[in-house]
């Protein structure tokens, strides 16, 4: 079974940093791309960033200069270095991946929750 595990959730006070990982796993090919979403209570989920194999990034605004995604291709991994959280980016935090396990096709982790407040 084809899946996305994300954990490193948690609760941390203003002005702190976490770091969230994700492991896909299964009878997988290739993983094109990964990257973060979050969910913050009544809003719609946005993507935060992601990184192709290849290293290319792509972050959204509310990303940038602030998280870091980072990947570790031989062991189907990404992570997302959250500095200087804020309450507003409590939510929780989905990893995502476009995988090729014979066909290409998007996954979703189940989310980790992340709490930021004092």
């Known amino acids: 079974q084809v899946q996305l595990v994300e954990s490193g959730g948690g609760l941390v006070q203003p002005g702190g940093s976490l770091t969230l990982s994700c492991v896909a796993s299964?009878?997988?090919?290739?993983?094109?791309?990964m990257g973060w979403y979050r969910q913050a209570p009544g809003k719609e989920r946005e993507l935060l960033t992601f990184?192709?194999?290849?290293?290319?990034?792509n972050d959204a605004d509310s990303a940038k200069g602030r998280f870091t995604i980072s990947r570790d291709n031989a062991k189907n991994m990404v992570y997302l270095q959250m500095n200087s959280l804020k309450p507003e980016d409590t939510a929780v935090y989905y990893c995502?991946?476009?995988?090729?396990?014979?066909?290409?096709?998007?996954?979703w982790g189940r989310g980790t929750q992340v709490i930021v407040s004092s």
């Open positions: 995502y991946a476009q995988m090729d396990t014979g066909v290409l096709r998007p996954y």
């Open positions: 299964g009878n997988i090919f290739r993983v094109p791309i």
């Open positions: 990184m192709t194999s290849g290293g290319v990034t």
